[in-house]
């Protein structure tokens, strides 16, 4: 998911729209903007992306000069109309909005005892646990009340929340979800997003990363940043370096697209070929590609093409024998793959049965030789922590040895990034990240079991 909170802007609501557009990459299911304007909340949510749900009617109900918003991909409970955020609530203490990106790990846990207390759910997503949480925590100021809300929640959290006169950012004690602080040029006023590339959009300067385990009150009074937390070591998603963010988005202080390249160097230098191209699957896999051809000296060339009008809703025709799947998105160019040795660069192979279209797409267009190199490690785990991973029965890496894996995708030959060379193109040894669907080094209790090594 991303979220976007604006703080003292006049048209608030709208430069939440531009930041949401930004983020768009990060949810695709739903959309919502929840803006404050003298003490009263405005919310607008509905299906699909930014540009479905957002038009000058929708905005033109969303006075005030605050304002959050959230851009959805479900990790937890359907994708339906219910589900949308952000979550808006009126209790007791007033009017209060929620957009959260991350999942939670303990909500089932939580949401069975709060229901066998009496509460009512109004839909299945982890982050209505909070603030059925945080209407039944003593106190007044709602900071400090979130806060207590937060430490009964296990899991990742990045949150944008709106009081009727105050925006909340907080990012969880171990920061899986990155989460940014800017500064309106214009007004002064701040905004939090998800990643720097909202900023950008929306007239702000970057003024740094929200701390793992921190909680940023901006009032009128300015910004207060409190440590609630018990410090437990950063664990940031290394995956988001991988695919999730966008490549011109700078993540505690490392651009991604740069990061993306430097993986690719590490793929030529690990996985040296002998072959006439380097082309990406596309985008996931440009930025790697460039590397990689930079570092081998080997051409670099669009030898996939990718259509990017294709909607939810294309129609299969039912002609028998003809799986449009794969092909609707990408065609393979066989003007430039013709007699090549080609090295094909992805991000991440997860089931696998992407990966294996796309690799008899390539030798369908005359490619000779198909070297397939992946800018992620094996992913041998789910993800628990707000990416949209399948249970490890349908991993493949789970499931395969790396040879297995090449047979089935029907590569030449197959070659993934080591943890050690990913760390060291991402700016770090290692510390300070999150890779449990690479390594089974889960840093908090899964459903599933504690590091579930013994599975495999
Ligand atoms: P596979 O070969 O596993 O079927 O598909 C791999 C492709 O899925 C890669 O190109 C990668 O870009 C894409 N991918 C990886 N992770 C995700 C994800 O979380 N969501 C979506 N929609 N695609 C992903
Ligand atoms: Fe990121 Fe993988 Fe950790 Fe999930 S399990 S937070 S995708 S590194
Ligand atoms: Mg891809």
Do not use: W
Request: with cysteine.
């Amino acid at each position: 998911c991303g979220v976007i909170g604006v703080f003292g802007h006049p048209e608030a609501a709208n430069l939440t729209y531009l930041g949401l557009y930004a983020l768009q990459h990060r949810g695709q299911e739903s959309a919502g903007i929840v803006s404050g304007d003298q003490g009263k909340l405005y919310v607008q949510r509905g299906m699909g992306r930014v540009a479905d749900v957002f038009g000058l009617e929708q905005i033109g109900k969303l006075p005030g000069d605050q304002a959050i918003g959230h851009v959805r991909y479900s990790t937890a409970g359907g994708s339906v109309l219910r589900n949308t955020q952000p979550v808006f609530i009126n209790y007791r203490h007033g009017a209060f909005a929620v957009g959260h990106n991350g999942n939670l790990v303990n909500a089932a846990e939580l949401r069975t005892r709060l229901e066998r207390e009496g509460a009512i759910f109004h839909t299945d997503m982890d982050t209505e646990v909070v603030v059925h949480l945080l209407a039944r925590v003593p106190g007044d100021d709602t900071g400090t009340r979130l806060a207590a809300a937060l430490q009964q929640v296990s899991g990742a959290y990045s949150l944008v929340c709106l009081t009727e006169s105050r925006l909340i950012g907080v990012r969880d004690p171990m920061g899986f979800r990155p989460l940014v602080l800017g500064r309106l040029i214009d007004s002064g006023g701040f905004v939090l997003a998800s990643e720097t590339c909202a900023l950008d959009l929306m007239g702000a300067e970057f003024v740094r990363d929200i701390e793992p385990g921190e909680l940023i009150v901006i009032s009128k009074e300015g910004i207060e940043s409190r440590k609630p937390f018990a410090p437990v070591g950063r664990r940031m998603c290394v995956f988001e370096y991988i695919y999730f963010a966008r490549p011109d988005s700078v993540l505690d202080g490392v651009h991604v697209y740069s990061a993306r390249k430097r993986i690719g160097q590490a793929l030529a230098r690990l996985h040296p070929r002998e072959a006439d191209l380097v082309v990406p699957v596309p985008d996931s896999g440009v930025a790697a590609a460039m590397g990689y051809a930079e570092a081998s000296g080997l051409p670099f060339e669009l030898g996939l093409i990718r259509n990017h009008y294709v909607g939810r809703t294309f129609i299969q025709p039912a002609q028998r024998g003809r799986d449009f799947g794969v092909k609707v998105k990408l065609n393979a160019q066989p003007n430039i793959l013709r007699g090549k040795r080609v090295v094909l660069v992805d991000d991440s192979i997860v089931r696998g049965t992407t990966s294996a279209k796309i690799v008899s797409l390539v030798r369908a267009a005359g490619a000779r030789e198909v070297h397939f190199v992946v800018s992620a490690p094996p992913t041998t785990g789910p993800c628990y922590y707000g990416i949209d991973t399948p249970d490890r029965s349908q991993l493949i890496a789970a499931q395969h040895t790396i040879e297995e894996v090449r047979k089935i995708i029907g590569a030449d030959s197959l070659g993934y990034i080591s943890l050690e060379a990913l760390y060291e193109a991402v700016g770090g040894c290692g510390q300070g990240f999150c890779d449990a669907c690479f390594s089974d080094d889960y840093p908090l209790p899964t459903p599933e079991g504690h590091g579930s090594r013994q599975l495999h």
